[in-house]
């Protein structure tokens, strides 16, 4: 797929220009200059040759086949190329030309009409608005970047046209090859989803790279990344915010969904590795890149000072790695070959006078281990350090082992010869000791994730008919927020245990419901314009017999008026008064990206302040639902501390799945909020005491 983009026989590049200022020159130029080894054809009525190759002046004059077209012409004539291209049968254009979409609505239709003719004759189209497309296997460098880069596994896509000439910039300085580089512009066609499909089934393609500032379709997006990451790993930074912000948000879990949670939660679910930085973006990269993945997460630090042993130490820890616990026998070699001031544990520390052949010593001992995975290789410049020696030694040694080895060399003007040595042998080097631990991590995140067999959401049975009645109700009335009764019917429909509940419409009948139901009893106002209840004393629990039944009816009647004059008051629900259990909240907010995204949390009147929540796009799985309760902060407190007996942990996946079958089945509810979710001891299963749903139109 995309041969015609990536490696072409034959390229023609529209708006070739001979004025070597401009990016029309500029292209050719470098298609030309870094040895692209087709027919390249420069377009220009007005030239008949530049840079020693014959000019034509459409695409259509070109005399044999040409499979890729590289667009350069302003704006307003990239329709009419397009066409030409059509005409001429060309497989693949990129167009850098600017002033589309990003430009305003005149650009965006431009944009349409470019697209629209594209299509029409099956041209794949990159940009507009971009930087262009590198691939060094053709060495093709179709782009007006101001480098090539070498050859290597990585193939990198960006959303910023600048970002990508600051990468090629830092990669050439520390060895670091590509594959194929893409620059994506507008994605008026072509987007990230499409090239992932195309790397995942890429032999060139080893890792793949990817700055984002948001996803064109979030489920194939989704989809793709997902096979692609089973078999090579995905790291991406995705920068700027979403626009959720856009719509008024009337529920917790609405609020306590930041704009960058759908995207944490995708990427999570999909085995994305996610880059908080470029910087990162590099470091796990090179790591992956060049480095087999580690078996597991125990790690040997071997330092030649304390202090950065430490400091490796704690940011292994910090990131869920474990140090290793040596061998007796890799203890006793040490002690064997080590000074007695040497640390013969782990970390292994082989002091500041070391040589490189201590270092080399501790390194084969730790590599030759069985009880270590990866290896962070620390040294810090004393005056006797053999820099360069000891960069060539890990280099060669780690050859010979299949575990990771990351090394950092603290310093700057002195170790930069190590660096070099590092880089070119292809051992991932980092400045400071927590930046290796990151990469470790992101290894580690990445085997995992291709060890987990993925599993497939369950289909959870319902009652589909009664939840879509009671929406095509409030739907009719005209109603986009539904309140607690009739929320409780779809909860209820979809299997959530809730408390009885009755309307009243008088203190008589309250009196009869809760005697019905046993006392003592809740009761609560029923509005669909009131959505805090308990905001204004809608809210009376623990009422004990009929006269406070009664009672409870006329002031929560009378406090609803009070509140609101014109409230449109439904009556005052009568309830089972449950036990109290651990609260949670469970809910759902509509990414537009992603789609629905289940939130479960620490319930109470604090969820807003503890903010200790998690997400996961629906649908989910068993798995996912588990991973998303034990990995509160305050799991503890509902895996039972001091003796408490711990929650019901097979109910509240129960409802996490239910309520992702709801939401993948009703696909108008934009927001709902079970606040609280009544969690009771294992066996005793959940209670779901107060629900709020919000429909779209
Ligand atoms: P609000 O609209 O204010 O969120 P809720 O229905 O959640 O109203 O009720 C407020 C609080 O009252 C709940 O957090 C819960 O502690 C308690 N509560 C409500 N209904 C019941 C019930 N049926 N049994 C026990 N406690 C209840
Ligand atoms: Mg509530």
């Not at 090539?148 to 000439?165: H, R």
């Not at 630090?301 to 130490?313: D, R, S, V």
């Not at 419901?513 to 805090?532: N, Q, R, W």
């Amino acid at each position: 797929m995309l041969d015609a983009l990536f490696s072409p026989q034959a390229v023609a590049v529209v708006g070739a220009s001979t004025d070597p200022t401009k990016l029309g020159h500029m292209v050719l130029d470098n298609i030309i200059k870094y040895g692209y080894q087709g027919e390249v054809h420069p377009i220009n009525p007005k030239a008949d040759e530049i840079l020693g190759r014959t000019c034509y002046a459409t695409v259509k004059d070109v005399p044999g086949p040409v499979d890729l077209a590289v667009i350069v012409v302003p704006n307003k004539f990239v329709a009419g190329v397009m066409n030409d291209c059509g005409e001429k049968g060309v497989g693949a254009a990129i167009v850098i030309t600017a002033g589309f979409r990003e430009a305003g609505p005149e650009g965006r239709e431009m944009e349409q009409a470019v697209i629209e003719i594209a299509r029409k004759y099956d041209i794949r189209v990159v940009g507009p608005n971009c930087l262009g497309v590198i691939d060094t296997h053709s060495a093709l460098n179709a782009s007006f970047a101001a480098r090539m880069p070498d050859e290597g596994k990585i193939s990198f896509m960006s959303q910023s046209g600048a970002l990508c000439t600051g990468i090629l910039d830092w990669a050439a300085l520390n060895g670091l090859g590509f594959s194929s580089f893409v620059s994506l512009g507008n994605k008026g066609d072509l987007n990230e989803t499409d090239f992932l499909e195309v790397w995942r089934d890429d032999p060139n393609t080893s890792v793949v790279m990817a700055y984002l500032e948001g996803v064109v379709d979030g489920d194939a997006f989704m989809e793709a990344a997902r096979r692609l990451t089973k078999v090579k790993p995905f790291i991406c930074v995705k920068s700027g915010t979403t626009s959720a912000g856009s719509r008024a948000v009337s529920s917790h879990t609405g609020t306590l969904a930041g704009s960058d949670s759908a995207y944490d939660a995708a990427f999570k679910q999909a085995g994305i590795l996610r880059a908080r930085s470029v910087s990162e973006l590099f470091a796990y990269s090179t790591a992956l890149a060049y480095q087999p993945l580690p078996k597991g997460r125990r790690v040997a630090i071997i330092t030649n000072a304390g202090g950065p042993g430490i400091m490796a130490t704690d940011a292994c820890e910090k990131g869920g790695l474990q140090l290793a616990t040596l061998s007796q026998e890799t203890v006793d070699y040490l002690y064997e070959v080590l000074p007695p001031a040497a640390n013969h544990y782990n970390p292994i520390d082989v002091l500041g006078d070391a040589l490189s052949d201590r270092y080399e010593q501790a390194l084969e001992a730790a590599l030759k281990d069985p009880g270590v995975d990866a290896i962070i290789f620390l040294l810090t410049p004393q005056a006797m350090t053999e820099i360069a020696n000891t960069a060539k030694a890990i280099v060669r040694i780690s050859k010979n082992h299949d575990k990771p080895v990351l090394a950092c060399f603290m310093g700057g003007k002195d170790i930069a010869a190590g660096n070099k040595i590092l880089g070119a042998g292809h051992i991932p080097f980092y400045d400071f000791p927590e930046d290796a631990a990151d990469a470790l991590r992101a290894m580690v995140q990445q085997q995992e994730w291709i060890s987990t067999e993925h599993e497939e959401p369950v289909n959870m049975a319902a009652d589909r008919e009664r939840a879509a009645m009671a929406l095509l109700a409030a739907q009719k009335a005209g109603r986009l927020k539904l309140n607690e009764m009739e929320a409780r019917q779809i909860v209820a429909a979809y299997g959530l245990p809730l408390p009885q509940s009755q309307l009243a419409f008088s203190g008589d009948q309250a009196a009869q419901f809760a005697a019905e139901i046993g006392y003592p009893v809740v009761m609560k106002i029923i509005s669909p314009d009131i959505l805090h209840k308990s905001d204004m004393g809608g809210v009376v629990v623990g009422i004990k017999d009929e006269k406070e039944a009664r009672q409870a009816y006329q002031d929560i009647l009378l406090r609803a008026r009070r509140y609101m004059p014109d409230a449109d008051i439904w009556g005052v629900a009568v309830q089972e008064m449950v036990a109290k259990g651990k609260e949670i909240i469970l809910g759902v907010t509509k990414d537009p990206t992603f789609g629905h995204m289940v939130m479960f949390g620490l319930g109470g009147i604090y969820v807003e302040v503890l903010k200790d929540v998690q997400f996961a796009i629906a649908p989910i799985t068993p798995p996912q639902a588990r991973e998303m309760i034990t990995s509160l902060r305050s799991y503890p407190l509902l895996a039972g501390v001091r003796g408490e007996p711990p929650s019901d942990m097979e109910a509240m996946v129960e409802c996490l799945l239910r309520v992702s079958q709801m939401v993948t089945d009703l696909p108008q509810i934009v927001e709902l909020d079970i606040n609280p979710l009544f969690v009771y001891e294992k066996g005793q299963g959940v209670m779901a005491v107060d629900a709020r749903i919000v429909i779209s139109e």
